[in-house]
């Protein structure tokens, strides 16, 4: 799979990729207002969602495709060109001097994805089935100018919209090869039918429907269609969250990208831009969790003084006036705790988190070429696959990128396997504490993590000692006539305890335990991918041991994701 790239200034972003299939015979006197359709179809998506940059790929097929294609063009958008056979063969197809100018003057401003990988079109009908289902794989919607009538070219309209509706009734096609692509959920079955007339014998649409009538597909092609003028509400949360994150990462600081570093010297833009858009997924989700450290903090600490003013106040009848000490305390941790949770803090950190690490794992796959059972592997199959629904945006955004990742070519970019190694992998100093990669991070991240709970379980031991010795010393207070004694040492009794309450709900609040088993899982997992892939290895191995840390890797990300999104700060109501 070969691509070239037209340079296109677009922001490191997650795109929204729009497929297109249609007939080659529309009837020219439909066209017009076909056209019309499309313009506004594809004005609606670019002006509700301003800051996701919009992809139109399609085979720039004679008919419908050319005509989205040129739409699209008029109105700035960025094409792709899913080429499904040898380039001389497919410029043979057209059927007149006009239509194949058409052709190549947006072919030349297209992105071009040579799905043929250079083999001959012995069996063009398989060929243009691979286009296709290629095509509805990747997409978020399909856009179809199609009569809605089954047909039984593999690599036609029809089979396009089924194999798209896989997962609602339609069929795949009749390859392993191609079922291996499905992916089975209905998270990537959008389609949004234009009925057109077919200039041919019964060219009419199907079941009665009029002529340009337009909606989205909610049944498989072959049955009865009912077109829905809007889209469904579980598409628009994964649109509507795209767009959000667009819109954070747009008004980034420049910092976030001051540790970018291209792969690799001339890597195509769109492996590039992927880079970028991780930087920032990455820099967005440190932000987030620094503000919410910093605010759980402030709440835990707030916490503390409610409950010495608690305390004080029912031990010291002179100290009446910390009651509203601990009334405005207890105000100031909900107000505190309710503000967070209204700006999303915990579920953007958790969220975009989950974003940059499924990218991370999923572009260094890429770039060192690494496959699955004989294709490329795509991460987005099976991260966070039926977690939650509310987070299929992320897999839409692993999807449009892997898409957009296309441009490193079937076998990786040159170099990409020693680049993911070194950089994703890493190493490691324990001596001199030094590290670099995912390999480093652990380590450290798991360090940390085990410094916090042992000073956490030394400070818990300390209170508990000075706990019960100042339960003793109160024993002894009548023997020994020293009264003023009694307040100061019940005082303590009560602080000591409440003291070592807030550390551990403070561990249990950051997962501490967790993570430190997790972080320590991960890092023996990247040392012993490390050792194989040290010294002489042949490429097919390292590349094999690749995709199984890759695996691994995606699934404990996802396992961190459950792990933390039930813990969202609250205010302390007992404390």
């Given at each position: 799979?070969?691509?070239?790239?037209?340079?296109?200034?677009?922001?490191?972003?997650?795109?929204?990729?729009?497929?297109?299939?249609?007939?080659?015979?529309?009837?020219?006197?439909?066209?017009?207002?076909?056209?019309?359709?499309?313009?506004?179809?594809?004005?609606?998506?670019?002006?509700?969602?301003?800051?996701?940059?919009?992809?139109?790929?399609?085979?720039?097929?004679?008919?419908?495709?050319?005509?989205?294609?040129?739409?699209?063009?008029?109105?700035?958008?960025?094409?792709?060109?899913?080429?499904?056979?040898?380039?001389?063969?497919?410029?043979?197809?057209?059927?007149?001097?006009?239509?194949?100018?058409?052709?190549?003057?947006?072919?030349?401003?297209?992105?071009?994805?040579?799905?043929?990988?250079?083999?001959?079109?012995?069996?063009?009908?398989?060929?243009?089935?691979?286009?296709?289902?290629?095509?509805?794989?990747?997409?978020?919607?399909?856009?179809?100018?199609?009569?809605?009538?089954?047909?039984?070219?593999?690599?036609?309209?029809?089979?396009?919209?089924?194999?798209?509706?896989?997962?609602?009734?339609?069929?795949?096609?009749?390859?392993?090869?191609?079922?291996?692509?499905?992916?089975?959920?209905?998270?990537?079955?959008?389609?949004?039918?234009?009925?057109?007339?077919?200039?041919?014998?019964?060219?009419?649409?199907?079941?009665?429907?009029?002529?340009?009538?337009?909606?989205?597909?909610?049944?498989?092609?072959?049955?009865?269609?009912?077109?829905?003028?809007?889209?469904?509400?579980?598409?628009?949360?994964?649109?509507?969250?795209?767009?959000?994150?667009?819109?954070?990462?747009?008004?980034?600081?420049?910092?976030?990208?001051?540790?970018?570093?291209?792969?690799?010297?001339?890597?195509?833009?769109?492996?590039?831009?992927?880079?970028?858009?991780?930087?920032?997924?990455?820099?967005?989700?440190?932000?987030?969790?620094?503000?919410?450290?910093?605010?759980?903090?402030?709440?835990?600490?707030?916490?503390?003084?409610?409950?010495?003013?608690?305390?004080?106040?029912?031990?010291?009848?002179?100290?009446?006036?910390?009651?509203?000490?601990?009334?405005?305390?207890?105000l100031t941790t909900i107000a505190l705790s309710r503000y967070a949770e209204y700006r999303g803090w915990h579920r953007d950190h958790l969220e975009y988190r989950a974003l940059c690490e499924g990218l991370r794992v999923q572009f260094y796959l890429r770039i060192a070429g690494v496959r699955d059972e004989g294709r490329l592997h795509t991460g987005d199959e099976s991260f966070l696959r039926r977690q939650d629904p509310e987070l299929d945006w992320i897999r839409n955004a692993m999807r449009a990128v892997d898409f957009e990742m296309h441009d490193a070519g079937r076998d990786g970019i040159s170099g990409g396997i020693e680049h993911a190694i070194e950089t994703w992998v890493g190493s490691l100093d324990p001596v001199k504490a030094r590290g670099s990669g995912q390999l480093g991070y652990f380590w450290h991240a798991g360090e940390q993590r085990r410094h916090m709970i042992a000073l956490t379980e030394r400070t818990g031991a300390v209170t508990l000692v000075f706990g019960l010795a100042a339960a003793a010393v109160l024993c002894f207070v009548p023997?020994?006539?020293?009264?003023?004694?009694?307040?100061?040492?019940?005082?303590?009794?009560?602080?000591?305890?409440?003291?070592?309450?807030?550390?551990?709900?403070?561990?249990?609040?950051?997962?501490?335990?967790?993570?430190?088993?997790?972080?320590?899982?991960?890092?023996?997992?990247?040392?012993?991918?490390?050792?194989?892939?040290?010294?002489?290895?042949?490429?097919?191995?390292?590349?094999?041991?690749?995709?199984?840390?890759?695996?691994?890797?995606?699934?404990?990300?996802?396992?961190?994701?459950?792990?933390?999104?039930?813990?969202?700060?609250?205010?302390?109501?007992?404390?």
């Amino acid at each position: 799979m070969e691509t070239t790239a037209v340079p296109m200034d677009l922001p490191a972003a997650i795109p929204l990729v729009i497929g297109v299939t249609g007939h080659r015979d529309l009837v020219e006197s439909e066209v017009p207002a076909a056209r019309e359709r499309v313009r506004e179809f594809l004005a609606s998506l670019r002006d509700r969602w301003p800051r996701t940059p919009l992809i139109v790929a399609s085979q720039l097929a004679e008919g419908a495709d050319l005509l989205v294609a040129e739409e699209a063009h008029a109105l700035g958008l960025e094409l792709v060109f899913l080429q499904p056979l040898p380039i001389a063969d497919y410029r043979a197809q057209f059927s007149g001097p006009e239509e194949l100018a058409r052709f190549d003057e947006l072919r030349a401003v297209s992105r071009v994805v040579d799905l043929t990988n250079g083999e001959a079109a012995a069996d063009r009908d398989t060929l243009y089935a691979v286009a296709g289902d290629f095509l509805a794989r990747y997409c978020y919607i399909l856009l179809a100018l199609w009569d809605g009538k089954p047909s039984a070219s593999p690599g036609g309209t029809a089979a396009v919209v089924n194999y798209r509706l896989a997962s609602k009734g339609g069929a795949r096609p009749a390859t392993d090869e191609l079922r291996d692509l499905a992916l089975g959920e209905a998270d990537n079955s959008l389609v949004y039918h234009i009925l057109v007339s077919r200039d041919r014998r019964n060219g009419e649409p199907t079941n009665g429907h009029k002529p340009l009538s337009a909606g989205y597909l909610h049944e498989f092609a072959g049955g009865r269609s009912t077109l829905q003028e809007s889209m469904p509400e579980e598409y628009l949360h994964v649109l509507e969250r795209t767009e959000e994150f667009n819109g954070v990462a747009k008004h980034a600081t420049a910092g976030a990208l001051a540790d970018e570093r291209a792969p690799f010297v001339g890597a195509p833009p769109a492996v590039r831009r992927c880079a970028r858009l991780i930087a920032l997924a990455d820099h967005l989700a440190t932000l987030y969790r620094r503000r919410l450290t910093r605010i759980t903090a402030w709440t835990y600490g707030i916490g503390a003084v409610m409950g010495c003013a608690f305390v004080l106040y029912s031990k010291i009848p002179a100290m009446w006036g910390l009651i509203y000490v601990f009334f405005g305390a207890a105000l100031t941790t909900i107000a505190l705790s309710r503000y967070a949770e209204y700006r999303g803090w915990h579920r953007d950190h958790l969220e975009y988190r989950a974003l940059c690490e499924g990218l991370r794992v999923q572009f260094y796959l890429r770039i060192a070429g690494v496959r699955d059972e004989g294709r490329l592997h795509t991460g987005d199959e099976s991260f966070l696959r039926r977690q939650d629904p509310e987070l299929d945006w992320i897999r839409n955004a692993m999807r449009a990128v892997d898409f957009e990742m296309h441009d490193a070519g079937r076998d990786g970019i040159s170099g990409g396997i020693e680049h993911a190694i070194e950089t994703w992998v890493g190493s490691l100093d324990p001596v001199k504490a030094r590290g670099s990669g995912q390999l480093g991070y652990f380590w450290h991240a798991g360090e940390q993590r085990r410094h916090m709970i042992a000073l956490t379980e030394r400070t818990g031991a300390v209170t508990l000692v000075f706990g019960l010795a100042a339960a003793a010393v109160l024993c002894f207070v009548p023997v020994l006539h020293t009264g003023y004694l009694k307040t100061p040492l019940v005082v303590t009794m009560g602080l000591l305890p409440l003291a070592a309450g807030l550390l551990e709900a403070w561990l249990q609040k950051s997962a501490a335990k967790e993570l430190a088993r997790q972080y320590g899982y991960m890092y023996r997992l990247f040392d012993e991918a490390r050792s194989q892939l040290q010294g002489d290895v042949a490429d097919d191995r390292r590349r094999s041991v690749l995709y199984s840390l890759g695996r691994a890797a995606l699934a404990e990300h996802a396992t961190w994701v459950l792990l933390n999104r039930d813990r969202k700060l609250r205010h302390l109501p007992s404390h």
